[in-house]
């Protein structure tokens, strides 16, 4: 079956600590993007990357890192330089033209 | 991008037809009106877009006026499981520079 992936699905870290949120797609897109949800708000863009080995920042960059070396994959890296990490993250990816995203399960990620 | 506004929450009963409005009062010449459905904690999926008049597929009808300053989501004969939220989203096709959410309109459907 053809889609896309989260791992993990719930995640705990604790203050300070970098962690990487996992995203793989099987559905041969070419854009993919990450974007972060928190409690009763809508999605906001961190990154995204139309093609391998570029990649551009969205509207809350700051405090994440991302890379995309292969077509299929675009991990998310939390740094403690993210003040407020804890929220709920989402891989998404298309093929470039289209407006119809495929949005991952997500991943919860919680700071203690 | 251009701005939308919808109602927070709506609600409505299993069987009936549930229209929801957003309004894009600044929405540019080649933008297009995409609307989005999300269930807790999953991520959203396309329900349909469209640039202007109606559209229609399995799951919803877009309307959108000539001027296209507002569009409505149509849902026919709701049932429970169409509780979510319904996100309205306006920008120019192609979509390879992400997407905005709104906060979206919370839809509850009772019995």
């Known amino acids: 079956d053809g889609g896309i992936t989260q791992s993990p699905k719930y995640l705990f870290r604790k203050e300070g600590q970098n962690v990487t949120l996992s995203c793989e797609q099987n559905?041969?897109?070419?854009?993919m993007y990450w974007y972060r949800q928190d409690p009763g708000q809508g999605l906001r863009l961190i990154y995204y990357?139309?093609?391998?080995?570029?990649?551009q920042k969205g509207d809350i960059a700051e405090g994440y890192s991302v890379s995309r070396e292969k077509k299929e994959s675009f991990p998310l890296t939390v740094t403690s330089a993210q003040k407020n990490p804890t929220a709920f993250y989402l891989c998404?990816?298309?093929?470039?033209?289209?407006?119809?995203?495929?949005f991952g399960p997500g991943t919860r990620l919680t700071v203690l | 991008l251009a701005k939308t506004t919808q109602p927070i929450s709506m609600d409505s009963y299993e069987g009936q037809e549930v229209n929801i409005t957003c309004s894009h009062n600044?929405?540019?010449?080649?933008?297009?009106i995409t609307w989005y459905q999300q269930f807790p904690s999953q991520g959203p999926r396309f329900i349909i877009q469209?640039?202007?008049t109606k559209v229609t597929n399995e799951v919803a009808s877009l309307f959108i006026p000539a001027d296209r300053k507002s569009s409505t989501l149509s849902l026919p004969r709701v049932s429970l499981s169409d509780t979510a939220v319904y996100y309205c989203?306006?920008?120019?096709?192609?979509?390879?520079?992400?997407?905005?959410f709104g906060k979206g309109t919370h839809l509850i459907i009772q019995p």
């Open positions: 998404a990816s298309n093929l470039v033209g289209s407006d119809e995203q495929f």
């Open positions: 559905l041969n897109h070419d854009a």
């Open positions: 990357s139309q093609i391998v080995n570029d990649f």
């Open positions: 600044n929405i540019a010449t080649n933008d297009y």
């Open positions: 469209g640039y202007k």
């Open positions: 989203l306006v920008g120019r096709g192609g979509g390879a520079d992400g997407l905005t």
